[in-house]
């Protein structure tokens, strides 16, 4: 019998790049990618019995096109986000439905496109469709959709993501700066510290180097050129959608619903509303609202609000 890459690598994906030469190799069964953060799901995966640490399964990331499995999930859509807007909730509501993968910001995916940017800088990009074969895989067997929650800082490699699904529709989720910044002060993201994602990254301008000094203000610089890159991308594609945070993420899954052409029944609203009501990273904990003081703007602020506010004028013309 002639064993053919899908049936070898059934359920297994690549999850972690190794000196832009190696991908290391997990096999996740038919666990579902319900976790808010595909890392969680990786931290869980370890525990199946092929994932012994008596063992390693590794390749070299050039083989990745040829073991590429057919006949696996294509994106419905991609959501792009500029961070504590929803996002996570988002994706959680996507995934209420047993037959929809939802992956939310995959590390393997973010290693792959800012591997230019990092070592030998080796552009491994190209690689991207092939290892989202192995992500979309139908591994229960009734699967119907797949979505995509990126990194927030994947809004400057979107002409990348474009490129590979020029049809599908893309989420350009965001939300006031002030909200952002404040829910960044309890714990700091990755894009939200300098250098922990590469300078070159952020392709609109400098950002400032007085971290130390002032953190929100580094954030409202990171906000700026996110704003600016939403709007441009809106201004230059038809399947690219503006939706803000304060629209209610019940409302927002909805919307993802009818641009991805999906059956929504009442049943799906109303286990939207059931799942709102719960923190999206603690799901066992409710929800607790951010209040910043809206009647003080900081200086740092006020280019970013005036972003904020010209993306508000493109989403609900006045």
Not at 66 to 73: A, H, I, K, V
Not at 173 to 197: C, N, T, W
């Amino acid at each position: 019998m002639h064993i053919t890459p899908d049936i070898a690598l059934s359920s297994w994906l690549p999850y972690k790049l190794r000196e832009q030469e190696t991908a290391h190799w997990m096999y996740t069964g038919t666990e579902p990618y319900t976790e808010p953060f595909f890392d969680e799901t990786i931290h869980k995966c370890r525990s199946l019995p092929e994932n012994s640490k008596l063992k390693r399964s590794v390749s070299s990331c050039d083989i990745l096109p040829e073991w590429s499995l057919p006949n696996t999930l294509q994106p419905s859509a991609i959501i792009f986000h500029v961070s504590r807007c929803g996002s996570t909730l988002l994706s959680q509501l996507l995934g209420i439905d047993k037959r929809h993968v939802v992956l939310s910001e995959v590390p393997f995916f973010d290693e792959l496109l800012r591997a230019k940017y990092a070592g030998t800088g080796k552009d491994l990009s190209a690689l991207l469709p092939h290892a989202i074969s192995f992500y979309g895989q139908k591994r229960v067997g009734n699967e119907t959709r797949l979505f995509i929650k990126s990194d927030s800082w994947h809004l400057f490699f979107y002409e990348q993501w474009r490129a590979l699904y020029p049809g599908i529709p893309f989420i350009l989720l965001y939300r006031r700066p002030d909200e952002v910044i404040f829910s960044q002060e309890k714990k700091r993201g990755m894009h939200a510290v300098p250098g922990v994602i590469e300078k070159e990254v952020f392709t609109l301008g400098n950002l400032p180097e007085d971290f130390h000094l002032n953190p929100n203000g580094y954030m409202a610089a990171v906000l700026e050129q996110y704003y600016t890159k939403m709007k441009q991308i809106h201004l230059s594609d038809s399947n690219a959608y503006l939706i803000n945070y304060n629209e209610g993420l019940a409302t927002v899954a909805e919307k993802v619903y009818t641009l991805t052409h999906t059956s929504l029944q009442q049943a799906d609203r109303q286990a939207f509303q059931e799942r709102c009501v719960y923190d999206a990273k603690e799901p066992e904990k409710n929800f607790q609202g951010l209040a910043p003081d809206e009647s003080k703007i900081a200086p740092y602020m006020e280019k970013a609000f005036q972003l904020y506010q010209a993306l508000e004028l493109l989403r609900v013309p006045q």
